[in-house]
């Protein structure tokens, strides 16, 4: 099945992303198991959080351009994840980002803390979030993840204790590639809406 036009023309830019993202979306359950650890370990080693960087910087000119398409009212509509709006479920792309990258930094440069913090799937950004607060929040996540990546960097294979209750247990590295897989994955719920409110 061919890929949708969006994630084709993001792939030259971020391939490592978007070929964690196909191994995880294009088999079965176990298999998709394998296939994701599989793939991330080998695009997620020494020397690649530089290269993932600026792939993520790819990603949120992805995000960037489908917001700016979005209908103003649209973003009060539903958001495709639960019962959140648009724009909580795009301020929580932001916020994931940050966090899973920061993480990884914090156990990259050995400060991890004593209190582990646990991700907490599902936590909604802000509903009244205007265009404008949202870029800003993108704009935020590009400057937290570029900290966050120099810190990896070197410490790629590390392990992280970072916990998420569907991943496990990651390396460093690839929890900063891992960050970008789940920004795909609302980045196809936004092309998504863009594209039914286009078509109504």
């Known amino acids: 099945m061919a890929a949708p036009a969006w ?5 030259p830019r971020a391939p490592d992303v978007v070929a964690v993202w196909e191994a995880i979306d294009d088999e079965g359950p176990v298999i998709r198991a394998l296939a994701f650890r599989r793939e991330i370990r080998r695009r997620a ?3 690649s959080a530089v290269r993932i960087l600026a792939q993520h910087e790819a990603i949120a000119d992805a995000l960037a ?6 209908p103003e009212a649209l973003l009060r509509a539903p958001g495709g994840e639960g019962d959140w709006n648009v724009a909580q479920a795009f301020a929580h792309t932001t916020g994931s980002r940050r966090w899973l990258a920061h993480a990884a930094a914090l156990a990259a440069r050995g400060e991890w803390p004593a209190e582990a913090p646990r991700v907490v799937p599902g936590i909604p950004g802000p509903a009244d979030a205007d ?4 870029l800003l929040l993108l ?3 590009r400057r937290s993840l570029a900290s966050s990546a120099e810190a990896i ?3 790629e294979s590390e392990p992280c204790p970072l916990d998420h209750p569907l991943v496990g247990h990651l390396r460093c590295g690839e929890w900063l590639l891992f960050a970008g897989v789940h920004d795909l994955m609302h980045l196809e719920q936004l092309h998504g809406l863009r594209d039914g409110a286009g078509d109504a």
């Not at 994630?7 to 792939?11: I, K, P, S, T, V």
Request: hydrophobic residues 40%; glycine residues 12%; aromatic residues 0%.
């Open 139 to 141: 704009a935020k996540s």
């Open 65 to 70: 351009a489908v917001l700016s398409d979005l």
């Open 131 to 134: 265009r404008e607060q949202l």
């Open 153 to 155: 960097s070197g410490h």
């Open 7 to 11: 994630l084709a023309a993001l792939e």
């Open 45 to 47: 080693g020494p020397g």
